[in-house]
């Protein structure tokens, strides 16, 4: 008996221990992970040196840069953050912060940092949590969504989603070819009341989360937390979502942006006719260029909406002719623009223009600032299938433009003007379009504070908006009275720039690209087929004719001349 009790107690207290065990396990497991006060006070000094300047001391976005920005810096001490593997409304894992930092935004300000260690980008993850409370409850550690493997896109699965991107109201917001024109789109605001716009999911190289398969499929499982991207875990089956993913991957592909440094200006044997719109530039190899704000004179433009132009070109026996295409969220074609338009230095430091925030929505000061109380971490998640009329976005005070610039004169060297609309020494002939008028301007440019009109009647154009997309078409003689002239076979500095009204762009606040190159193609571009095989024709006939040369001279020397001796004649037998 003795013994046996002895073995009871010992399974007892066996038992006890694992079943302490176990709840140690557990109650580590659910701890919040912030790090240790070493890995924090590492990722603070961090934090001041590279962070502080848009995000602020305090983590509240209002670092010195942040007027500047758009979108704005996130507002770490709310706690809520766009790219997650949580639920919507959640916190972000530890690995979510990471990732961000180490790959950056594309297509704003936040950079990626493949400068940093694996340890400081760790260290620098756990101090962003300190901004936040909600990090140090244990009650909010973040739980992943389940992710599933993607499966193989098929056909069946992109029409599905097409189906899908119409029926959960989508379009609303990304519009029908995903261009980010949707009816609802002018009237979007953040949780802080910022004005923000909806991605054109028609160019996956600007998402900020990533462009794969897999990102896309995340996001929509997870929303965009403090903006108006909903989740929709709960609202579709992974099937459903995977299917909409396909539909996206479908309006872009999987490649990026495939920036280009030259336009090829093809010649066509019909005279070109603007009525004949775009068909005409059927057989013109298209060529994307990136803008970037203008940044370095007054009245500066950051962020400026459009990302990138796609130029073609063509000419016949008389004419040139351009057409420029650009992503765009709406068409203002009432209004003005124009090139010299002034710009108060103030309004650098206010954001973009956006509809007013909805009936209860914290006001705004003129420098973007929100009044706003902060909101609880956990909200609950929008309806996405909810049937709401979007207000009507107000008018703009100006117009969208676009312009093309090149130099008056064929540069003698490598030397080309001021890119921003020329300089003293070098003048540019501006090609202006204000989209609100029928037909584009000449100017000459000697800087952006000397821009005269020039307008000698030679150009010509037409402009059209469909579905989220401006086309612009400049034609112009070959050699106009004004201007340098295009010449078969030679190359041209061309650069472009875009305006868009709706934040309040003119002047010199607007998009831009560098100068780049355009090259007229001769009208009969020889194939590279025929040198080739009269090249190596050529190169053979010289090789036989030295093999024959040598054999020839040397050919008949008696053998003792190279060193050798002159070979004997075998005996022979009678």
């Not at 479908?250 to 990026?256: A, D, E, Q, T």
Request: proline content about 11%; hydrophobic content about 35%; glycine content about 8%.
């Amino acid at each position: 008996m003795t013994s046996r009790r002895i073995g009871v107690r010992a399974c007892l207290a066996v038992l006890i221990a694992c079943w302490c065990a176990a709840l140690m396990v557990s109650a580590r497991a659910a701890a919040p992970d912030v790090g240790t006060d070493a890995q924090r006070e590492s990722g603070k000094k961090l934090y001041l040196k590279n962070c502080s300047q848009c995000h602020g001391d305090k983590g509240d976005g209002e670092g010195y840069a942040a007027p500047h920005l758009r979108p704005r810096p996130r507002n770490f001490t709310m706690g809520k953050f766009k790219i997650r593997t949580t639920p919507n409304g959640a916190l972000p894992a530890h690995q979510d912060l990471v990732n961000i930092i180490r790959r950056g935004m594309p297509y704003t300000s936040m950079p990626a940092w493949p400068g940093f260690s694996d340890q400081e980008v760790s260290d620098l993850a756990y101090f962003i949590t300190t901004f936040s409370p909600d990090f140090s409850n244990p009650e909010n550690a973040p739980k992943p969504v389940p992710l599933p493997s993607a499966p193989k896109t098929t056909k069946e699965s992109i029409e599905l989603g097409k189906k899908l991107f119409v029926d959960t109201g989508c379009v609303k917001c990304h519009g029908t070819l995903g261009r980010g024109d949707g009816p609802s789109a002018p009237t979007l605001v953040d949780d802080w009341g910022h004005p923000i716009r909806p991605a054109d999911i028609s160019q996956s190289w600007t998402f900020r989360g990533g462009s794969s398969r897999e990102d896309l499929f995340r996001t929509l499982s997870t929303g965009l937390n403090g903006t108006p991207m909903p989740s929709f875990l709960d609202a579709l089956t992974p099937e459903q979502r995977w299917a909409i993913t396909d539909f996206i991957v479908s309006l872009s592909g999987s490649s990026g942006p495939s920036y280009s440094n030259l336009v090829v200006v093809r010649h066509v044997e019909d005279p070109i006719d603007l009525a004949k719109g775009t068909a005409s530039f059927a057989s013109a190899p298209p060529a994307r260029f990136p803008i970037v704000g203008q940044i370095t004179e007054p009245t500066r433009e950051f962020h400026p909406p459009a990302t990138s132009v796609t130029v073609q070109a063509i000419y016949d026996a008389e004419s040139v002719a351009f057409l420029v295409r650009w992503h765009d969220m709406s068409a203002e074609k009432a209004g003005k623009n124009g090139p010299s338009l002034p710009v108060p230095r103030e309004e650098e430091e206010e954001p973009a223009t956006g509809a007013p925030a909805p009936a209860g929505a914290p006001a705004q000061n003129p420098f973007g600032e929100a009044a706003v109380a902060p909101a609880p971490t956990r909200q609950p998640a929008a309806n996405p299938f909810a049937e709401e009329a979007a207000p009507a976005a107000p008018p703009s005070e100006f117009s969208d433009a676009v312009a093309i610039q090149i130099p008056s004169q064929v540069p003698a060297g490598a030397r080309k003007p001021y890119f921003i609309f020329g300089d003293g020494q070098n003048s540019v002939d501006l090609w202006f379009f204000d989209l609100a008028r029928p037909a584009p301007l000449q100017f000459t440019g000697r800087g952006s504070g000397d821009i005269a009109p020039n307008d000698t009647g030679d150009l010509t154009g037409i402009a059209s908006y469909d579905q989220g997309e401006w086309s612009a078409i400049f034609k112009r003689p070959l050699r106009a009275s004004s201007g340098a002239p295009f010449s078969p076979g030679e190359f041209l500095p061309i650069a472009f720039s875009v305006w868009d009204g709706f934040s309040r762009e003119r002047g010199n606040r607007r998009g831009l690209t560098l100068w780049y190159f355009l090259y007229v193609e001769p009208e009969v571009v020889p194939s590279a087929a025929g040198p080739m095989v009269k090249t190596a024709l050529l190169i053979l006939a010289i090789e036989l004719a030295v093999i024959g040369l040598v054999r020839w001279r040397y050919g008949s020397r008696p053998r003792k001349e190279f060193g050798g001796e002159p070979r004997q004649p075998a005996p022979t037998r009678a």
